[in-house]
């Protein structure tokens, strides 16, 4: 058990709709990072958070997004969801520039 | 540009042998990190090993080692002793303090442990 967790585990929604992804980050850890696995793409970055502010931007699109509260935990939504955004998402956090640690991931399927 | 490169999209090795998974990479800075994770079947990325650029042993946690070679920029995850339970995937990645310290993952190598 790394200590970060994610809710919900699996997620089933239809092309079109929106859909919120929650982590929190192990006791302490300050970062948070969004990571998307697809199939075809492998994983990729999204968005990074320190303490409370985005701190680097990767492969992340528009209709994604994604905040961290004053308790340091985060949201990512995604809107306006495609066939393409299915695929598993995970969250990591550090102490940076420390080892990241995962969460289980957000196994999201778009029908 | 692939800034991780993994050869080996899988590898087979018996049980109870050693085996290497390749990794190299791509970088300007000085100052870097390397890390290997596992992900098994269940899905989950499990942190394994960590190698700083300035490190001059190469890291070991228990049955991983990383063979560290700079000048060739390599970063290669050696298992001794293969479990069954070692049947996963294996990512190697980069981060780069310079780059906002953001992690950049290979495309992974699926290794299978036969019994």
């Known amino acids: 058990d790394s200590g970060v967790t994610q809710t919900p585990k699996h997620l089933i929604t239809a092309t079109g709709q929106r859909v919120t992804l929650r982590c929190s980050p192990r006791?302490?850890?300050?970062?948070v990072y969004w990571y998307q696995q697809s199939l075809d793409q492998g994983l990729q970055f999204l968005i990074q958070?320190?303490?409370?502010?985005?701190?680097a931007k990767g492969n992340i699109l528009e209709r994604f997004s994604a905040q961290q509260f004053p308790d340091l935990h985060s949201e990512l939504n995604l809107s306006s969801l495609e066939l393409g955004d299915s695929a598993l998402y995970f969250c990591?956090?550090?102490?940076?520039?420390?080892?990241?640690?995962f969460g289980p991931g957000t196994r999201l399927t778009v029908l | 540009a692939q800034k991780i490169t993994q050869t080996q999209p899988g590898m087979f090795v018996q049980e109870k042998e050693a085996v290497t998974l390749d990794c190299t990479y791509d970088?300007?800075?000085?100052?870097?990190?390397l890390f290997w994770y596992k992900q098994p079947s269940s899905g989950e990325m499990i942190f394994l090993i960590y190698?700083?650029?300035?490190?001059?042993q190469n890291a070991t946690e228990g049955r991983y080692s990383l063979n560290f070679q700079k000048a060739r920029k390599s970063a290669n995850l050696v298992i001794s002793a293969s479990q069954l339970g070692d049947s996963a995937m294996y990512f190697c990645?980069?981060?780069?303090?310079?780059?906002?310290?953001?992690?950049?993952f290979g495309a992974g190598t699926r290794l299978t442990v036969k019994p």
């Open positions: 990591a956090s550090s102490r940076p520039p420390d080892t990241q640690y």
């Open positions: 006791s302490g850890d300050l970062s």
């Open positions: 958070y320190y303490n409370g502010e985005e701190r």
């Open positions: 970088t300007s800075d000085q100052s870097y990190g």
């Open positions: 190698q700083g650029s300035y490190d001059e």
């Open positions: 990645a980069m981060r780069e303090p310079q780059n906002n310290n953001d992690m950049r």
